[in-house]
């Protein structure tokens, strides 16, 4: 479902499944009393800072050494998930096709939310449509 709600292609499933076994990891569960794993077993509190929205855009700065002369010194990826290295994410870049692990990025997670959210009508709006029209039965009081 993430990877509809924003456009990404399917190859990149295994992205998406490790992101959210990632964030039900870091977040309450009702069998540890609303606590997170790591509350409830070193006892530290987890740190949610780095939570970004899957699929948001992420511009990031290409090193002197890999540029060259007339390119863009920032390049455009799509935020796919985090790694066991903190602070540093997976990003797939939509023109080489490739996923990569980059540290230093500004996230415009804006446009991804407004993507999720105008995909979600559309479907509730489909949804409405292909439902059949239920009538009640009318009842006579005499």
């Not at 899957?54 to 511009?59: C, D, E, I, M, P």
């Amino acid at each position: 479902m993430m990877l509809h709600d924003q456009g990404l292609p399917l190859q990149l499933w295994d992205k998406a499944c490790n992101t959210t076994i990632y964030v039900y990891n870091h977040s309450p569960h009702q069998i540890l009393e609303m606590k997170t794993p790591e509350v409830a077993y070193p006892g530290k509190r987890p740190y949610v800072g780095h939570f970004r929205i899957f699929g948001s855009s992420a511009y990031f700065h290409v090193s002197k050494y890999a540029w060259k002369k007339l390119e863009l010194r920032t390049k455009l990826g799509m935020f796919l998930g985090y790694t066991d290295t903190p602070h540093n994410y997976w990003v797939y870049l939509s023109t080489s096709r490739m996923t990569v692990v980059f540290k230093d990025f500004i996230f415009d997670e804006e446009k991804a939310m407004g993507a999720s959210l105008e995909r979600e009508l559309e479907l509730h709006v489909n949804e409405e449509i292909l439902a059949p029209k239920v009538e009640k039965p009318q009842i006579y009081v005499e």
